[in-house]
């Protein structure tokens, strides 16, 4: 069966500093990646997609950016944290199959918070 | 473009019935249904995918109605366990492109 994990869990980190989540799933190949925030009592922001090694598609401009070194990591990173990064980062996998919108699913998520 | 849901939030007792509806203003393709516990992640229900397509899963079900764009949570006989925040999940995109775009939630409280 699969399995996402992400870390760390929680994160607390002052404004400018660095940041790097990751993701990884277990269980399947080829998966499409994607991470999403969602701020305090909000709705869930997609902040970008991956449906390959290398291959990173941003939905929103921000501080932030994300790679894919290998098939089944994914990794959120920002240079200098802002106070409006804070929230509930959430990393979610699907798997394509031609011809049929795939169930996409969520892992645990890293709660972070910028002070 | 967001799909929009509602109510906001209700508030249910044990054993009574609840609609959640997800309306949108574009063609849909696809509809993804979580609920969401506080603290935790969002948690997979169902996905619909044809229009008047209907699914259940225990005492929570929804529709889907292609012609008005909207689709429909129901949950019957609420339970303690039922509270949470529910999103829809509306489905563009093909192969290569394929993504989420989430309506803002509906939070349901279910009471003694």
């Known amino acids: 069966s699969q399995t996402i994990h992400q870390w760390p869990a929680t994160l607390v980190q002052p404004v400018g500093s660095p940041l790097s989540l990751e993701c990884t799933v277990e269980g399947t190949s080829n998966p499409n990646l994607y991470w999403y925030r969602q701020a305090a009592g909000r709705g869930l922001q997609l902040l970008f997609y991956s449906v390959g090694i290398g291959q990173i598609s941003s939905e929103v401009p921000q501080n932030l950016s994300a790679s894919r070194p290998q098939d089944r990591q994914f990794i959120l990173s920002s240079k200098k944290l802002l106070l409006s990064d804070s929230g509930f980062y959430l990393c979610?996998?699907?798997?394509?199959?031609?011809?049929?919108?795939?169930?996409?699913?969520f892992g645990p998520g890293t709660r972070l918070t910028v002070t | 473009q967001q799909p929009v849901q509602s109510p906001q939030a209700v508030i249910l007792r044990e054993g009574e019935d609840a609609v959640i509806n997800c309306s949108s203003s574009?063609?849909?393709?696809?509809v993804h249904w979580y609920r969401q516990k506080h603290g935790e992640a969002p948690v997979f229900l169902m996905i619909?995918?044809?229009?008047?397509e209907q699914k259940g899963h225990e005492k929570i079900s929804a529709s889907f109605n292609e012609k008005k764009q909207q689709s429909s949570l129901y949950l019957t006989a609420s339970q303690l366990s039922y509270s949470g925040t529910y999103f829809c999940g509306t489905g563009v995109g093909g192969a290569g492109s394929y993504q989420l775009t989430f309506g803002k939630g509906t939070k349901l409280s279910v009471i003694p």
């Open positions: 574009k063609a849909l393709y696809s």
């Open positions: 619909l995918l044809k229009g008047g």
């Open positions: 979610a996998w699907s798997v394509w199959v031609p011809g049929i919108p795939p169930e996409q699913y």
